[in-house]
């Protein structure tokens, strides 16, 4: 069941009871709700930092291992500098570890967030624009019309029940 | 719903509707400035770099001892242009500086079309842009492998981070206002932001993963800003040519970058707030007071950098050093170049402590364009001027660009116009929902909005 919502206090009192009575509920909305999202229906967690900090780690190494490796593979000498200079190798090592932390960053957004996808999917555009929604899943058919009902009570301009 | 910077009514629809008007509706004069600057751009970019491709690096003023001109200066200049949006995109975004939202877009979108021209000039100053791929590590046949001791080597990698993170920056905050928009507009549109959208619904899960997200990207950028032109100001500090080797170059260099960054900033939001009148309930005076207190505080630091650049300079009391300096600030024509980049950069942004001054746009105009012109003029006097006076005065030669190199320069500014303002049409040049969050969380009872 989805319903629309005008106002975000009365959507997240109706995701709390929602989600207090054992359903799976989604959020929709149109800006980030952060804290009062998480002040109602308890703070989400994802790994997200931590691939973020793999990429970071990994892209160091990577940076390392690729000045290292060149000067270990290609020993030129240069004006009496040294073939393994730490200056240069931190130098490529620091923009490498932003560069793999960003891209494992975009990584785990796609992953995480599901995304692309391209098929079909509860949703309502109204949700990209200036409404929010609260998607209850799990509602057996003989409570439909009560869980309906609540919403409505709870402020809702428009409950659907999808297939 | 009122927004706290703007003071206006506004609501989350009329948001939408303003930014596809913005994108769908275009007038005859819109058109006609385009093709305007995209001429410009081919005839005064395009031709010349192609007639320096056929002709060879001689069409330049390019010659023994000053080998970095124009095209390296304009490098400098683009790096620094680019700065600001990443600044204000990353760094107040990660101090929770919320007039940045409705002015974070449109610079980062500066900052990519800046990236694209400081690109272009350095393959215009290589010479056979064709070869480009060989500044890349890459295996090889002829076993040959770019020298990482080099601070141009750092450069290549420091600028292809940055444009990397720029872009994935760029798109990723886009992605749910593309939802938005497919939603808001029909046709063609419709189809192609469905697609950039990449399936975005805004559920809380995906708003979980994006805010994370955003705090991460904004954390690794901040530090690759100051990285970049650090390394930009490396390739002439790691030399020991007079008037290049200064260890304050690294500072001076972050330091210049953001103020002709912001100036750049400034000038591009008045250019779109005249453009799109609607624009001028999401970018107010409020705004050009803010970047403008940024702007003086630069100005000043900028100010002190240049003078501890000289100081030590004159304290070395080194005779090539001291050559140099009676060169670039007591001989002509660099003396007057000297007093006019003193002029807009010190002087002029001194007006800046005035907030009456800092909310008008037109003073704001003429302060961004002085600070521009200071700021290239800085690039200047240290590229090709150091290397005129370099050592022993068997290799003195005085540089000054031919009218190839004077003539891309211009055209870059006109190519960048061009793009930036074709963007406009295709990409929103707000960020929705960020504007969005300005004007409030519309709450039925407490805080919000009813």
């Known amino acids: 069941m989805l319903g629309l919502f005008d106002y975000v206090d009365d959507l997240l009192e109706a995701a709390q009871e929602m989600k207090n009575a054992g359903y799976c509920i989604t959020v929709f909305s149109p800006i980030p709700l952060g804290h009062e999202i998480e002040h109602a229906i308890g703070e989400k967690k994802n790994p997200l930092k931590w691939l973020t900090l793999l990429g970071a780690v990994g892209g160091f190494f990577t940076g390392l291992v690729f000045t290292l490796g060149t000067s270990a593979m290609y020993p030129l000498s240069r004006g009496g500098k040294p073939i393994f200079a730490i200056t240069p190798t931190l130098l490529i090592a620091y923009e490498t570890t932003i560069l793999f932390g960003v891209l494992f960053t975009i990584g785990g957004f796609f992953l995480f967030s599901r995304l692309p996808f391209f098929g079909k999917r509860p949703n309502d555009e109204a949700f990209n624009i200036d409404s929010f929604g609260l998607m209850v899943e799990g509602v057996a058919s003989d409570s439909e019309a009560e869980i309906g009902h609540r919403l409505v009570e709870f402020g809702a301009k428009e409950v659907k029940t999808l297939e | ?450």
């Open chain 2, 1 to 450: 719903m009122a927004d706290q910077h703007t003071n206006k009514e506004l609501t989350y629809r009329e948001v939408n509707e303003d930014v596809v008007n913005i994108m769908t509706q275009t007038g005859p004069m819109y058109y006609l400035t385009v093709a305007l600057f995209g001429t410009a751009a081919v005839l005064l970019f395009i031709f010349p770099w192609a007639y320096q491709i056929y002709a060879g690096q001689g069409v330049t003023g390019l010659n023994t001892p000053v080998f970095w001109g124009v095209y390296l200066v304009n490098f400098v200049f683009w790096v620094g242009i680019a700065h600001a949006g990443t600044l204000i995109s990353a760094m107040l975004f990660i101090t929770h500086t919320p007039w940045r939202r409705a002015v974070a877009r449109s610079a980062e979108t500066m900052t990519l079309f800046a990236l694209m021209f400081v690109g272009l000039f350095v393959f215009i100053h290589m010479g056979r842009p064709w070869n480009f791929y060989w500044t890349m590590p890459y295996p090889n046949p002829r076993q040959l492998w770019v020298n990482f001791m080099s601070p141009l080597v750092f450069d290549v990698v420091a600028i292809s981070t940055y444009a990397t993170s720029s872009i994935i920056f760029l798109f990723f905050g886009m992605i749910p206002d593309f939802a938005s928009l497919s939603h808001s507009m029909t046709g063609w549109r419709k189809k192609f932001y469905g697609v950039l959208s990449l399936g975005w619904r805004g559920t809380d899960k995906e708003w979980h993963v994006q805010t994370k997200a955003t705090i991460f990207f904004s954390s690794f950028v901040m530090p690759l800003v100051a990285s970049v032109h650090s390394i930009v100001s490396w390739d002439f500090a790691l030399s020991k040519v007079p008037g290049y080797s200064k260890t304050v170059f690294a500072p001076y260099f972050v330091t210049g970058a953001l103020l002709s960054g912001f100036a750049g900033v400034v000038l591009m939001l008045i250019i779109i707030r005249r453009s799109f009148p609607a624009l001028k309930k999401y970018i107010t005076a409020y705004h050009f007071d803010r970047i403008g207190l940024f702007m003086l505080v630069l100005s000043l630091v900028w100010s002190y950098l240049t003078g501890l650049e000289v100081l030590t300079g004159l304290y070395a009391d080194n005779t090539f050093e001291n050559e140099h300096l009676i060169y670039k600030i007591l001989t002509t024509p660099s003396m007057q170049l000297f007093m006019l980049m003193i002029f807009s950069n010190t002087i002029l942004p001194l007006v800046l402590m005035s907030g009456r001054i800092r909310k008008c746009t037109s003073a704001m105009l003429v302060i961004s364009i002085f600070v521009l012109i200071g700021m290239w003029l800085e690039r200047y006097l240290i590229v090709p001027n150091s290397l005129s006076r370099k050592f022993l005065p068997w290799m003195w030669h005085d540089y000054s660009p031919t009218w190839v190199e004077g003539s891309i320069a211009i055209g870059a500014f006109c190519g960048f116009i061009t793009l930036f303002m074709i963007s406009i049409k295709i990409f929103p040049i707000i960020s929705l929902y960020e504007v969005k969050e300005d004007v409030g969380i519309p709450m039925k009872k407490g805080h919000g909005y009813e």
